[in-house]
């Protein structure tokens, strides 16, 4: 995840300056999109991969948490003399 935020924070600008210098040897096989509408699409889709990661991680977060909350209500509640067999 660290590496798709670094790409969209830190990254992006220095790869588009380059792109942008690469633009005339570069070539697009649709033939009429333009390099602006490329990176644009580019820097979407990394955004999108990055929200969805943030949320796989909030989701496991919140699973474990709710895991081990059952856990603590389930000992609390059956009390000492219920642990020994």
């Not at 990254?11 to 588009?16: A, D, G, K, P, T």
């Not at 649709?30 to 820097?43: A, H, K, L």
């Not at 991680?57 to 009390?79: E, P, Q, Y």
Request: with cysteine; charged share 20%; glycine share 4%.
């Amino acid at each position: 995840m660290n590496t798709v935020k670094r790409m969209l924070d830190v990254l992006h600008c220095r790869v588009e300056d380059i792109l942008k210098s690469w633009g005339a040897y570069l070539t697009i096989s649709s033939g009429n999109t333009v390099f602006g509408e490329q990176m644009n699409s580019i820097t979407v889709m990394l955004k999108k991969k990055y929200k969805k990661y943030l949320q796989a991680i909030v989701d496991k977060l919140v699973s474990n948490v709710r895991m081990i909350l059952a856990r603590f209500i389930t000992s609390s509640t059956l009390g000492p003399d219920s642990t020994a067999n």
